[in-house]
Nanobody
Framework: QVQLVESGGGLVQPGGSLNLSCAASGSIFSIYPMGWYRQAPGKQRELVAVKTDIGSTNYADSVKGRFTISRDNAKKTVYLQMNSLKFEDTAAYYC??????????????WGQGTQVTVSS
């Protein structure tokens, strides 16, 4: 049984920082891209950042230069360092991991979501 556990969300003032983490556990054969989506109330889910298993990264234009995604393959964990947070970054953040629990069975797993609220 694969499980993703997120942590690190919370309330922060504009200009502040947060570091999200998402750890995968369970029977895992291979891990491919890992990343983060977010969804604000009344808005569509948005890809925030993704990091592939070969190290390439992609960011939403709205977070470039402020957010940094990283991953620790040994710990099966993906991180999102968020700096210079803005009101519009307020959302529920969901991690995802594209992985194979067993050979030949590849799918995307999702975290439970963690709330990030930017408020003064």
């Amino acid at each position: 049984q694969v499980q993703l556990v997120e942590s690190g969300g919370g309330l922060v003032q504009p200009g502040g920082s947060l570091n999200l983490s998402c750890a995968a556990s369970g029977s895992i054969f291979s891990i491919y891209p890992m990343g983060w989506y977010r969804q604000a109330p009344g808005k569509q889910r948005e890809l925030v950042a993704v990091k592939t298993d070969i190290g390439s990264t992609n960011y939403a234009d709205s977070v470039k230069g402020r957010f940094t995604i990283s991953r620790d393959n040994a710990k099966k964990t993906v991180y999102l360092q968020m700096n210079s947070l803005k009101f519009e970054d307020t959302a529920a953040y969901y991690c995802f991991v594209d992985m194979s629990a067993v050979p030949g069975q590849r799918r995307v797993y999702w975290g439970q979501g963690t709330q990030v609220t930017v408020s003064s």
